[in-house]
């Protein structure tokens, strides 16, 4: 089975996303969509794709594509994702999928109306390592906490402090650390625990009006989780999930890429496995596997799953006071 494939956004992300799904058996870029002609015609010529629009509703009623793969800033992707659905296309969406769980909750409405497939392109919970760590989860006994790290200096908070605030630190677009990182820490735990009984959110705020950086206390009652993310400092330490006979220790929570057990008689289990294809081909492979298979819904980026992690940032950004534009529209 082929899989036309037309995509949204013409940066780096999306050649890497276009990258890893051509070694997914069936995928096709056919078409390329940028608010300009020009790049999207560069970025045609560059990725092999033989169409381009520079209007949503165009392409959505195009029979090109059966597929689209949404990359544009966070605050259009449901207005563009319900556009696309809305002609019965199938979605893969850039995490995170909405600005908050309002948004988010027309976008699986408008899926479940047009009988296609809705998923979160969060590519951890899809990777080999992570399905090891659900394996093997029973190992370190009863867990009793969560931990996950994911703070990473970004190079455009350089530009920001000359002055220049670039879209990963512009509110317009529903960014900011927590949105653009902070999100890597909490789905894996959605996930694997589920839905929390409560948040307490701390958050430091940047003259533009997004979260530079913050930490976020969950309690599930008999465990407790804690998150810290950044995007103006470094971390290096790894993530872990701690049981009563042991830990699970996770190098990089955004890439899974070593998983070790460390048990309290000081023993240790090496539980990585091969991860030999670049990162976003799981994400991109779960997505064709579903649309082969007629199913409108991941298991693992599941729309409860997307929903419960959106309404947990929302319920933090609450806290910290982080409003997006985005917060104050209306469908």
Request: hydrophobic share 35%.
């Amino acid at each position: 089975m082929v899989l036309k494939f037309g995509v949204i956004g013409t940066n780096w992300i999306t050649e890497s996303f276009i990258t890893a799904a051509k070694e997914v058996e069936g995928f096709t870029l056919s078409a390329v969509y940028s608010r300009s002609e020009e790049k999207a015609k560069d970025f045609a010529v560059r990725n092999g794709a033989e169409h381009t629009f520079t209007d949503v509703e165009e392409m959505a009623a195009s029979d090109t594509i059966e597929a689209v793969y949404i990359a544009s800033p966070n605050s259009f992707h449901a207005e563009q994702a319900i556009t696309l659905m809305n002609h019965g296309k199938h979605v893969i969406c850039e995490k995170p999928m909405a600005s908050n769980a309002k948004e988010m909750e027309s976008m699986i409405v408008a899926a479940k109306e047009n009988n296609v497939l809705l998923m979160e392109a969060m590519r951890s919970t899809v990777m080999p390592n992570f399905k090891s760590i659900q394996e093997k989860l029973h190992k370190i006994g009863p867990v009793r906490r969560y931990f996950a790290s994911s703070c990473q200096y970004s190079s455009r908070y350089d530009k920001y402090k000359e002055g220049t605030i670039l879209n990963a630190f512009n509110p317009k677009f529903s960014n900011g650390s927590m949105m653009d990182i902070g999100i890597y820490c909490l789905y894996p735990m959605v996930v694997l625990f589920g839905k929390p009984d409560s948040v307490k959110a701390n958050g430091f705020l940047l003259e533009s009006g997004v979260d530079g950086e913050g930490s976020i206390l969950l309690n599930y009652g008999d465990k407790g989780a804690v998150v810290m993310y950044s995007k103006i400092s470094n971390s290096y330490v790894p993530s872990e999930i701690q049981g009563e006979n042991g830990s699970i220790l996770i190098d990089h929570i955004q890439d899974m890429s070593k998983i070790e057990i460390r048990y309290k008689d000081g023993t240790t289990e090496d539980i990585t496995v091969e991860q030999d294809k670049p990162k976003m081909y799981y994400e991109a492979k779960e997505f064709m596997d579903l649309v082969k298979a007629g199913k409108l819904e991941s298991d693992y980026n599941s729309h409860e799953n997307s929903l419960q992690v959106m309404k947990i940032m929302d319920e933090a950004r609450k806290q910290i006071g982080l409003v997006f534009p985005a917060d104050t529209r209306t469908r």
